[in-house]
């Protein structure tokens, strides 16, 4: 059974940072595009972050870039996204997210993305 499980999240305070990690299991990503993705309350899903199969492309969301950062470690087959300078527009539920097959290029929209992790709850306060 394919899992993706995320961590880290929680609450922050305004400027301040979070840790997520996503590690996944039942199958090796590490030759599969990953990214992260969140939603707010009655807000569509939208991408966070992105990262190619063997991290050397990297995309950002405009109002994040500067401040997150994902990474892979493909032998721990997990992916993990650094938060800094949050800001309570930030709070969401944040998704790991996997596309199925290998060496594809990263999904920019959600549909683009096979497998999906249960969400972690980021919340920041001001």
């Known amino acids: 059974q394919v899992q993706l499980v995320e961590s880290g999240g929680g609450l922050a305070q305004a400027g301040g940072s979070l840790s997520l990690s996503c590690a996944a299991s039942g199958r090796s990503f590490g030759n599969s595009a990953m990214g992260w993705f969140r939603q707010a309350p009655g807000k569509e899903r939208e991408l966070v972050a992105a990262?190619?199969?063997?991290?050397?492309?990297?995309y950002y969301a405009d109002s994040m870039k500067g401040r997150f950062t994902i990474s892979r470690d493909n032998d721990k087959n997990t992916v993990y996204l650094q938060m800094n300078s949050l800001n309570p527009e930030d709070t969401a539920v944040y998704y790991c997210?996997?596309?199925?097959?290998?060496?594809?290029?990263?999904?920019?929209?959600?549909?683009?993305?096979?497998?999906w992790g249960q969400g972690t709850q980021v919340t920041v306060s001001s």
């Open positions: 997210a996997a596309r199925d097959r290998p060496f594809e290029r990263v999904g920019y929209y959600a549909p683009e993305y096979a497998y």
């Open positions: 990262i190619s199969w063997n991290g050397a492309y990297t």
